[in-house]
Structure formats: C-alpha cells, structure tokens
C-alpha cells in the first residue's frame, strides 16, 4: 500500500486520464468550434490554460520526483486537492459553459460532467491516499474505531449544521456566503472520505482483523445484496426514489445482464479461497472475467463520491453509491491474493495467459454482438433505401430492434427488455455508437422507415403531417423568351414569373407548386429578385439545399428553390411574402422540342416551331426518340397478367381464407389475365409464386410480421417485368382491407419508363371491392373502378433496336428515352455546360439507377458532379437563392460536408487501400519476440 | 542497474507521453498532415512500380495502373510512432550521461522516420507484387493477405533494426565504458 506513494502511480493516475481528456475535449472543441460564440470561445480558452497548466505542473512534479527518487508529499496533495476541486468546480457551475444549447442537434456532445469526473476525480482519491498513508505513519500503532466514529461524526455534523445553524443565518445571503457555504461542504466531503479510507486502511493493515476473520458476514451484503439494490434502486423497481421513471439517474442498466453479472460477480468475490490450485486456478479466471464488470460501475461511480455524504444526510441511502468503490477494492485485494497463491503452483506465464484472456470475454463478447449489429443495420438501410431487386435478404430483427432502440434511446418504453447493454448506459452506449453506426447519426425518417418495414410501427412516423396550409399566392403575370441554340440544336426558355400574395392574412405566405416537365426538357437557370436585386440560383446538392432552405425558413430570410419530386415533377418553392407583397421569379428551361409545361394551372408554351432535325439521338447506353419518329411506331397491345400483391403482414394471419378468396373471385372474373399470374405475398419481405403453383400452402406457412412494404413489391414487379422484356406485363392488384398502413415512400413517376403499358394498380379491398388508384400520381387515393370493354386493354409503341432488341414505349406524343443497358457509367466526355446531350446522357443514368438502386452509393457523387458541370438540375441537385453572404457560405460548407461524407464511402470498392497493419497487433508480437529473444540468448549464455 | 533504470524513467514517460500525443494527433490528421510520410512513400513506390500517382487531398495517392490507394491509413505513421518507442528505449538505454539522454528523443523520431519510409515502401510493393500473383483467391481472403504480408514486413524489420542497432550500441557503450 505504501508503494503507492510512488510518482509512477501519480503519472498513471493524473498524467494518462489528463492526456486522454485534453483528446477528448479537443475533438469535442474541433467540432463545435463553428457554432460558438465569443463567450463560448473565451470559456473554452481559459478551460485549455487551465487544464493545460494544471497537467503540464502535475507531469513536471512526477519528472521532479523520479529525478530526486521521492515519494509523493502532503504538500502536493493540498495543492491538488484545492486546484483540481477549484478546476471542476468550474465546470459543473455552468456546464452550458463549453457546450452551448445552441450547437446543432446532430452533432455528437460529450457528457462534460460525466467526464470531468471520471478522469480528474481518480487524482482527487489519490491526493486522499496519499494524506491517509502520510497522517498513518507505520511505525506507530492505529486504532481504526476513531477513524470510522469521525466518518460518521461528519454527516452527523452536516446534519446539526443544515438543521440547526442554517436557519438561524437566514438573514445572510450573497454570494460570498453561498461560497463560504460551499467550501465548508467541500471540506466536509474531503474529511469524511477521508477518514473513511483511513479507518478501512488501518482494519485491512491489521493482521488480526474482525473484518478478515468473519468474511462471511459483511461480505454478501456488500458483494452480492448492494450491487442488486443499487440496480434495482436505480432503475426505479423499489419504492421511493426514481420509481417508475424510465432511465436511471446514473445511467440505463435495466437489462438483465447487469443484475445476473452482479449476481455471479458477488457470488465469486464470497467464494473461500481454497487452498486447491486447480479450483483457484479457475476461480481467479472467473474473478478476472468479471472484473471489467466492477471496474466499469468503479469507473462511472467515481465522480458521484462526492454525491454519496449528501445522499447520506439526507436520503441514507448514500452508502449504495459507496458500493462500487467497495466492491472494487474487494475485487483487486482478492485477486492479489489468487496471485500470490497460484504463483506458488503456475508459471507466470500461465498466470499471465489466464488473466489476459479472461479479462477479455465480455469486451470481445459485447464488441462480438455490436459488430453483428453494425452488419445488420447496414443490410436493413441498404434494403429500405437503396434495394437489389435480384436479391432476397434476410434481416434479423431481434438485433434490428435493440439497435433501433439504441438509436431512439427509449429501450425502457419498449416491451422488450432483455437485450444486452443497449440502452444509454455511459461509455457503453458512445461504444455501441462508435463500433455501429460509426459516430453518425441515423435520420429520423430513415429510422421511422426501418420502424414500420420490420416492425408494423407507424408511431415514429414523420411523413404523416399535417396538409400544408393552403397559399393565397397566385401566379400573376407570365412572360417568356425563347432562343433556339443552333450549335446545340435545342431551345433556351426564360420563364419570367410575377407571384402576388392575395391573402389579406398579416402573417408571412410561402409560394409553392409542383412544375410537371416533360422527357427532354430540363432546368438550366433559375433566379429570384430578393428586393431590387436579381439574385441567381446556386446549384448545390439536394439533401444541403434543403437543409438549408429549411434552416432560412425558420430565419424568415428570402430564400426560393427548385428540386425534382418524383418523376419529371419538380416542386418550386418561394418565401416569403407578406401581405398583397408582389415577388418575381424566372426559370430557364433547356428543351429539344416545343412543348407545354403547366405551372400552378397555367399552361406555358415553350419554344417555337418544331426546328429538330434529329428524330432519333443514340449513344452506347440510351436512344432519344423524338415525337416524330414516335408517330412512326407500331402501336401494339401485349398481353396482360395479374401480379396480385396480397398483405402478409403482421395481424394478417386470420385473413389467409378471405384474400385467397377475393383472389378466385377476381380472377373468375377476368380468366384471361390469370393465365400466368402472380401472387407475391408482402410482409417487411416480398415472396413471389406463380399462381398456378402450390402458393397457398406457402401462404399458410407464411411468418406474418413486419409492416406490409406496399412500395417494395410494386416497385420490384415493375423493375422485375421491364428486364423480362416479354409480350406481356403485370396489372398490379393489391389485395389488403386497407392500403392506409401499407408502406408507401412516394409515387412510382421514377419507373414510368419501366412500365408504358398502365398508369394504375388496383386495390382488392373489404368485401372484395375494387378500387383504382394511380401509379404516378397520389398512389394512396382511390380513383373510380369503372369496368368497360377495353380494361387492361392498353396500348404501347413498339421500337426494334439496332442489335435486334425490342423496347416498349409509352403511346402518347411526348419523347422517350430507351436504356440500351440496364446499367452504365457516365461517360465524363458526353458531361458539358449547360448541354442539353449531357442532360439527357444524366437523366438515362439516373433511369438506370432506378433500376438498380443497391448502386447509389457509387454513382450518387458522379451524378451530382456532372450536373454541377452541366448546371442543369437534376434528381440528386437542387437551384437555391439564398439572400446573404452567410447562407451561401453556410450552403458552401454543408455541400462540402455531405459531399466529402459520401466521397470516401463511395470509393470505388475494388480500389485497394495499402492499409498498414494494425500497431497493437504488432507491438504485443514485437515484445514476443523480444522477450523469446532474451530467453534464447540467456540459456545460450 | 536500479540507478540506471531511475535516470531512464523520466524520458521513457517523456517518450510514452510523446506516443499518447502522437497517436492522438493521428486521430484528426488528414492526408495533407501527413504528406510527410505520404509524398516519399508514394515517391518511392512510383519508382519501384514505374507507376505514377494522382494526389488529392481527400482520398491520397491513386495510382491508377494498379488501382490502388495510399491514404492516410497507409502512410506508416503507426509503424514510426512505434518504432520511435523502440528507438528511444535502446537509446535511453546505452546513453552515457544526461546529454545523450535528451538527444535519444529527436534521434529516435529521425531514426523511425527513415525506418518507416524504407519498411512502409516495401511492405506496399511486396504486397502489390503478391497480391497480383495470388489474383485467384477471393476477395475476402485479399484482406487476411493484406494484413499478413504488412506484419511480416513490418515486424522483420522493426526486429532487424532493434538487434542491429542494440549490437552497434553496445559495442559502443562498452568500448566507452572500458576504454
């Protein structure tokens, strides 16, 4: 114990976990840096020179001590205790100090508090030991009996005080007294602590001790009973404190882990220590397996020490906080003890081998369970956001759901309770953090999706808003000017837009309206007028443009944007206007043909006579066809098939008799179209039969849980059917008694191309009635089911490839875009300003990338740099005016965010990182071999 | 030797404190921070490839011929942070007086330097010359591959230069000692 006295233990214990803070705060500070202020900034300087001065002072004492070969002096604990006490202090005073309220909500805070305490409070317990091993010298003779009766004469006094003196200096108040208040608490924390030690040391250096002879009696209470209700206490099970309160006030530990590993910790720590090598052998292996258990509640109980004296006064049940520092002393005296004994019988080594790899069983375990739960979150965003229609997957949702949890962090409202150290339990949950999601934040809507695909749950739902307030602003005024480009051979349109607000309402209007292009015609300009000035829109991408166009409208600053929906519709939003305010706006738009586009109602005519020579544009991975060249196309009928899609999801089981039946009665209904028919039943997953198969044995079988993912089986039956290429094609039937909980992401207007034949499916509801809905527009609202001659009758245009291939095309009078292969790569050369060959070279990507969305990831950068080279707007970027300097640095800055974040995740996969090897692994073989080296040299000596 | 051992401390802990800083500085280092390990690498991985590399200072050196990139996890930090560990403990060690003592930390990070360059060069081109030779095992394998072919290299020559460099300082130290 008296070895403590020396500075290697004031290096390990100060100068380690000081480094480690400043890294910390650091990164914390590196981060956060942008969105503090000037108070902020000064805080955070006078916090490093602080820190800094304290660590530098405490590192030049240790160097000091070795060089003079001294041990640790009653002066330097004084000073610490007072320094490091005046240092935390002033965090805990005011902890919005450092880490403002105002730092965005996304971004990753440390617990300051928490880590204040956890790494200076070891310096304060050691400035207390090394007072407790100065004031007990060893060659006088001690009394453990005074030391306990002042450690219990100190709460008694604080009591009297609190009581009996507080009251009667009811007259005195300012904060010199609230000081003075404050110091005498401190004071009093320090002395009882102090003697606490001092009475346990001077028991453990007695070799006769009560407390070493009767082991028996105190231990369980506080190995085994303490621990459990501390957890139970904690976790609000018994009356009193905390009771029914969701999370703990030191943390989550409701799992049930906690309490069997509490339990077994106890029961191991009572076990005698039999004087039989193999059972110590075993019971040292166990002890040092559970010991990360007691360093983990050592470790987050440190900094509550304090706590513990003022529970004491005034709760009693201060002592439970004492527990873990207890159970951590217990844990190292018993574990010295199985050393000592099994170096008698086992070489060191052994010994060594034994405690290194016990120690490691519940890190690697839990490390083992959180990267199963990393693979399997990635496999379910991939699914949800980005599918491989070729492949089946299967999520487990067990480990989904704890993960879920973990990120919502509200594991107690749950139902299940058993999952392994999930919740916000400290350090662990910035572990889970770290190995499975990387540090980043999953969106809310992201998770909302994973909800209600695997688990039916619609309550996190954010897509279910309010309707938008309805706008009185109205286009006034529409002007144009057409330009035909004939080096490009293409039309150039400025829209020129007056918008008025008529509502005669004081508060602030947003314009907004849905602009439905057509194929071949895109945005190329767009401007705002933001007072007198004509200010043009920035091209940025679409996830920072809205993020920003969003952040402005809560500043009530001028912005206006426009982005793609769904499809070729594209929302136009402007903001703000005021009462009967008059704003002008214009778009330009890059088009091929004369054609109509409709803005809010108004039909606007762009470009003049038709001057294109070209009917049909073909590269190596798409085909323009013209309208001309489309009148010259075969119209033909191919044969239609029912694909039913039938709800198979969670409480649907009792349904299997009625939708097999609605099935028949349909299909007798129209026997044509179920010849070849499908049925594929939809859960989180969707399972595809022919129906002439056994299906309905399938179906009984069926696991009937997770949400019903409406927008997953329609859109793989039409990607499915497009790559079939055949005579036929799918009528979509949905048989469900409500499509209101189906999971529905948007429209299909994305795969229109994919499926030229029908803009409807159809919904087999209750009592077998028929509704129609549209594919492309509103999926969810019920059109009228009118049965005439020609249903499913629907004709399509023909067009025969050069290399013999055959493509369908929708019969209207508009262009269409033919993809020669399913999947290609932008061609950078085709990629040029304002080309309107570049624009439709980037529409046909992202057509194909329709078709296979498990490429996002890769191509999702390529697309959003070509159309920033092109600055014509496309479904991945956005036109933005923003008003000051400030928004388009703040723009400048997320763009560089969200584009650097997804470079290096979108790094080519077959691109080799020469990574070096990892320098723990090579360090541990590197002493190894040293030390082998030693031996062999000392036996050949 | 207890003596000995007393003086060494305080600059094994200097050294230890240097390496907590170090690898923490690694921590939020980009590819531009660490161009001083990057550049010569690639410099001489080009010449020993005949390869020439594109630098960008998001993703590091891509040599497209080979299709590979050294980036900042490539660039041999961890192996001279930790051969700067193993220089200043043979230095520390085989010092004479005080003033040797306080040059052991400079040299050592010198000495690690021109290590690391030298063992990160060739254990990124043994591994490019290997990895193609073995294109038939699949992917998941390359990984395991990878990672042997980097320990091996490494640690050979983090050994290689520990025995030699403790031989020449021995014979130093007591040549001095005995002289």
């Known amino acids: 114990m008296r070895s403590l006295l020396n500075p290697k233990w004031l290096f390990l214990i100060n100068t380690i976990p000081v480094v480690i803070f400043i890294g910390l705060c650091y990164y914390q500070y590196s981060v956060i840096k942008p969105s503090l202020g000037v108070d902020h900034l000064n805080a955070w300087n006078v916090f490093w020179f602080a820190l800094g001065s304290l660590a530098t002072l405490n590192f030049g004492y240790v160097v000091y001590l070795f060089k003079e070969k001294q041990g640790v002096s009653i002066g330097y604990s004084f000073i610490a205790l007072t320094c490091y006490i005046a240092f935390i ?332 150290l999930y919740s916000k339990a400290p350090f662990i949950s910035t572990y889970f953090n770290w190995i499975v999601l990387d540090n980043r934040t999953i969106s809310s809507d992201k998770v909302a999706r994973l909800e209600k695909v695997f688990f039916n749950d619609f309550t996190a739902d954010s897509d279910r808003r309010n309707p938008d307030d309805v ?156 309208p001309k060249e489309k009148n010259k196309l075969q119209s033909i009928n191919r044969t239609p098939y029912f694909h039913f899609i039938v709800n198979a999801s969670e409480n649907q089981k009792e349904r299997i008799e009625d939708f097999t039946g609605r099935i028949e009665q349909f299909c007798k209904m129209y026997p044509k179209l179920s010849n070849n028919a499908k049925v594929s039943l939809v859960n989180s997953y969707v399972s595809e039969f022919d129906l002439e198969s056994d299906w309905r044995s399938a179906y009984s079988n069926h696991l009937f849980e997770g949400g019903f993912f409406v927008d997953m089986a329609i859109r793989s039956t039409i990607v499915n059917a497009y790559r079939a290429k055949s005579d036929s094609y799918p009528v979509i039937v949905l048989v469900s008694d409500s499509i209101e909980n189906a999971i529905w992401e948007k429209d299909f207007s994305d795969l229109q191309f994919a499926f030229p034949d029908s803009d409807f499916f159809y919904v087999l509801g209750k009592g077998g009635e028929k509704k129609k809905h549209s594919l492309f527009n509103n999926p969810t609202e019920a059109l009228e089911f009118e049965e005439d001659s020609c249903m499913f009758c629907d004709s399509v245009l023909r067009y025969e490839c050069n290399d013999g291939s055959v493509a369908y095309l929708k019969d209207n009078k508009e262009p269409s875009l033919i993809l020669k292969k399913d999947f290609f790569t932008l061609n950078e050369s085709d990629i040029k300003d304002k080309s309107w060959y570049s624009a439709l070279a980037m529409k046909a990507k992202w057509n194909s990338q329709m078709l296979h969305p498990e490429n996002t990831d890769e191509e999702w950068l390529g697309m959003v740099r070509a159309s920033f080279t092109t600055k014509i707007m496309t479904p991945v970027t956005s036109y933005l005016v923003v008003e000051t300097e400030e928004q388009k640095e703040m723009l400048r800055a997320k763009q560089e965010q969200v584009l650097s974040g997804s470079r290096m995740d979108g790094l080519d996969n077959e691109t080799i990182r020469m990574s070096e090897p990892g320098f723990i692994i090579l360090g541990i073989l590197l002493i190894i071999l040293l030390r082998l080296r030693d031996r062999l040299i000392l036996r050949r000596s | 030797m207890r003596t000995l051992l007393g003086k060494d401390v305080p600059f094994h802990l200097i050294a230890l404190g240097l390496f907590i800083a170090l690898k923490f500085f690694f921590t939020i280092a980009s590819n531009d921070h660490l161009f001083f390990l990057l550049k010569p690498t690639d410099a001489l991985v080009g010449v020993m490839l005949g390869s020439q590399s594109v630098y960008s200072s998001d993703a590091g050196y891509f040599h497209e011929n080979f299709n590979i990139l050294i980036d900042r996890s490539c660039s041999g930090y961890n192996f001279w942070i930790l051969s700067f560990l193993v220089f200043t403990y043979l230095f520390v060690k085989y010092s004479e007086d005080l003033k040797h003592r306080i040059l052991s930390i400079p040299l050592a990070l010198m000495a690690g330097y021109a290590l690391a360059i030298f063992s990160n060069t060739s254990r990124i081109f043994v591994s490019i010359i290997i990895q193609k030779k073995v294109d038939f095992i699949d992917d998941s394998h390359h990984d395991l591959l990878h990672q042997v072919i980097g320990i091996t290299t490494n640690l050979t020559f983090l050994m290689l230069a520990y025995i030699l460099t403790e031989n020449i300082l021995k014979r130093k130290f007591y040549h001095a000692k005995f002289a």
């Not at chain 1, 005080?161 to 507080?166: A, D, E, G, W």
């Open chain 1, 471 to 626: 706008s009185n602003v109205r286009i006034t005024d529409v002007d144009k000017s057409t330009k035909y480009d004939s080096t490009q051979m293409v039309w150039k349109t400025w829209v020129d837009i007056e918008l008025t607000n008529l509502s005669s309402s004081r508060f602030l209007s947003e314009y907004k309206t849905t602009i439905q292009l057509t194929e071949g015609c895109w945005i190329s300009d767009y401007y705002l007028f933001v007072g007198d000035r004509k200010e043009f829109g920035i091209l940025a991408e679409k996830k920072s443009a809205m993020w920003i166009y969003s952040r402005i409208l809560n500043q009530r600053r001028d912005p206006g944007i426009l982005y793609y929906l769904s499809g070729n519709k594209v929302e136009f939003r402007v903001f703000p206007f005021t009462q009967n305010e008059v704003r002008r706006t214009g778009i330009e738009f890059i088009h091929k043909e004369p054609l109509k586009v409709i803005i809010d109602g108004i039909t606007i005519e762009l470009g003049a006579e038709d001057q294109s020579q070209q009917a049909v544009i073909e590269s190596e991975d798409f085909i323009y066809i013209s």
């Open chain 1, 89 to 420: 202090f002033w965090n805990l005073s005011e902890p919005r100090r450092l880490i403002p309220s105002q730092v965005p909500a996304g971004i990753e805070k440390i617990d300051i508090v928490t880590y204040v305490g956890t790494f200076l409070m070891p310096t304060l317990l050691y400035s207390i030991v090394v007072l407790v091993l100065r004031f007990t010298p060893e060659n006088k003779k001690h009394k453990a009996a005074p030391s306990f009766l002042a450690t219990l004469a100190v709460p008694v006094l604080v009591f009297l005080f609190v009581q009996i003196i507080l009251p009667l200096c009811h007259n005195i108040e300012g904060e010199y007294f609230d000081n003075a208040l404050m110091v005498c608490f401190i004071a009093a924390i320090l002395a009882f602590v102090f003697f606490f030690i001092r009475g346990v040391f001077i028991l453990a250096t007695n070799k006769k001790s009560f407390f070493l002879e009767y082991q028996l009696l105190w231990k369980p209470p506080l190995v085994i009973i303490g621990p459990i209700i501390g957890l139970l206490i904690n976790n609000g099970y018994l009356p009193g404190l905390f009771h029914g309160q969701s999370s703990g006030p030191f943390g989550d530990f409701s799992s049930k882990w906690f309490y069997i590993l509490a339990f077994i910790n106890g029961l191991l720590l009572c076990l005698s220590n039999k004087e039989n090598k193999w059972y110590r052998l075993f019971l040292f292996i166990g002890r040092v397996a559970l010991f990360i258990f007691t360093l983990y509640f050592f470790i987050i109980f440190l900094p509550f020490l304090p706590l513990g004296i003022m529970l004491i006064v005034f709760f009693g049940i201060g002592l439970l906080i004492l527990v873990p520092i207890g159970l951590f002393l217990i844990h190292v005296a018993a574990l010295v003890r199985d050393f000592e004994f099994l170096k008698r019988y086992f070489s060191k080594p052994l010994i060594f081998i034994s405690f290194s790899f016990s120690l490691f069983i519940i890190p690697i375990s839990v490390t083992t369970s959180y990267l199963y739960d990393r693979i399997v979150i990635r496999e379910a965003l991939d699914y949800v956001c980005s599918p491989d229609y070729s492949v089946r997957v299967d999520i487990d949702r067990s480990s989904l759901r704890s993960t879920l949890d973990a990120i919502v962090g509200h594991a107690q409202q749950r139902r299940r309770r058993e999952e392994f």
